[in-house]
């Protein structure tokens, strides 16, 4: 299978992301495993500085997974055109 400049350009973009995305989701389990609870409640989330790390690890996660699908959108365009 060919692809032109464009398709190239959103498969490596897809790569790069989708290997964050399994960095954050990595460190998230890490400091879960290491806190000794995968069940984050509200309470725990706003005391702890792991709870504020895995806020902010979850934001990255959610506008990652937004910028991936969208790329996968836009390949998918891509090759419904040729």
Same mark, same amino acid.
């Given at each position: #299978?060919?692809?032109?400049?464009?398709?190239?350009? +959103?498969? /490596?973009?897809?790569?790069?992301?989708? &290997?964050? !995305?399994?960095?954050? *989701?990595? *460190?998230? /389990?890490?400091?879960?495993?290491?806190?000794?609870?995968?069940?984050?409640?509200?309470?725990?989330? #706003?005391?702890? /500085? +792991?709870?504020? &790390?895995? !806020?902010? *690890?979850?934001?990255?996660?959610? *506008?990652?997974?937004?910028?991936? /699908?969208?790329?996968? &959108?836009?390949?998918?365009?891509?090759?419904?055109?040729?």
């Amino acid at each position: #299978m060919r692809f032109n400049e464009k398709e190239k350009d +959103a498969l /490596f973009k897809i790569l790069i992301f989708s &290997v964050i !995305q399994i960095y954050c *989701i990595y *460190i998230h /389990f890490i400091i879960s495993a290491h806190s000794g609870d995968f069940n984050w409640t509200i309470e725990r989330l #706003m005391s702890s /500085f +792991a709870g504020s &790390v895995i !806020q902010i *690890i979850d934001l990255i996660t959610l *506008i990652n997974g937004i910028i991936i /699908f969208l790329y996968i &959108v836009i390949l998918l365009i891509l090759l419904a055109k040729d």
